[in-house]
T-cell receptor, first 114, second 114 residues
Framework: AQSVTQLGSHVSVSEGALVLLRCNYS??????LFWYVQYPNQGLQLLLK??????LVKGINGFEAEFKKSETSFHLTKPSAHMSDAAEYFC????????????FGTGTKLQVIP | DGGITQSPKYLFRKEGQNVTLSCEQN?????MYWYRQDPGQGLRLIYY???????QKGDIAEGYSVSREKKESFPLTVTSAQKNPTAFYLC?????????????FGPGTRLTVL
């Protein structure tokens, strides 16, 4: 069964600093990978997804993530944090092929300090 | 505007009562999902449906029931058998239920047991 591990339940960065949120996956074959964002008391929305095309995936709001098979990682980055980036971020994984369930990580809350 | 609606936004239940959470989508998606979100535990799948009149248990189905009589509707009933129902409940839909699908989320229902 696939799983994801998000390192750090809380991350704080200064406004303008690099954002790095870590996600490692466990899967017997390279899976599909996703990053979703959740603002307080709202549902989740997709930031970006990797579906076995380019390993560097660009998403909305200036975020990007790189799929590294050798490290089984899919870390999320943004060069310069903005106050509006404060939210909870979820990494998710799904096996390839046909109908599949998505497994979500436990989330990382990002705090942006002015 | 296409999207997913959930109602009510807040719900209070007395112990021993069954309650039903509504989820409606107008995205013409085949697949629908119910997740439970608890602090520090991420999203856990309760039930999912890939087609009308068919649904499958997720990872934590005990104490919950669903129906899928119409493509656009996927209500969740929290029964008295669910011992710890206080949580944030999220409904989602996707085009077909494939592993590559983006899931689109509703705004959630916060259930509190009094």
């Amino acid at each position: 069964a696939q799983s994801v591990t998000q390192l750090g339940s809380h991350v704080s960065v200064s406004e303008g600093a690099l954002v790095l949120l870590r996600c490692n996956y466990s899967s017997s074959v390279p899976p599909y990978l996703f990053w979703y964002v959740q603002y307080p008391n709202q549902g989740l929305q997709l930031l970006l997804k990797y579906t076995s095309a380019a390993t560097l995936v660009k998403g909305i709001n200036g975020f990007e993530a790189e799929f590294k098979k050798s490290e089984t990682s899919f870390h999320l980055t943004k060069p310069s944090a903005h106050m509006s980036d404060a939210a909870e971020y979820f990494c998710a994984v799904s096996p390839t092929g046909g109908y599949q369930k998505v497994t979500f990580g436990t989330g990382t809350k990002l705090q942006v300090i002015p | 505007d296409g999207g997913i609606t959930q109602s009510p936004k807040y719900l209070f239940r007395k112990e021993g009562q069954n309650v039903t959470l509504s989820c409606e989508q107008n995205l013409n998606h085949d697949a629908m999902y119910w997740y439970r979100q608890d602090p520090g535990q991420g999203l856990r799948l309760i039930y999912y449906s890939q087609i009308v009149n068919d649904f499958q248990k997720g990872d934590i189905a005990e104490g919950y029931s669903v129906s899928r009589e119409k493509k656009e509707s996927f209500p969740l009933t929290v029964t008295s058998a669910q011992k710890n129902p206080t949580a944030f409940y999220l409904c989602a839909s996707s085009m077909e239920g494939f592993g590559t699908d983006t899931q689109y989320f509703g705004p959630g229902t916060r259930l509190t047991v009094l």
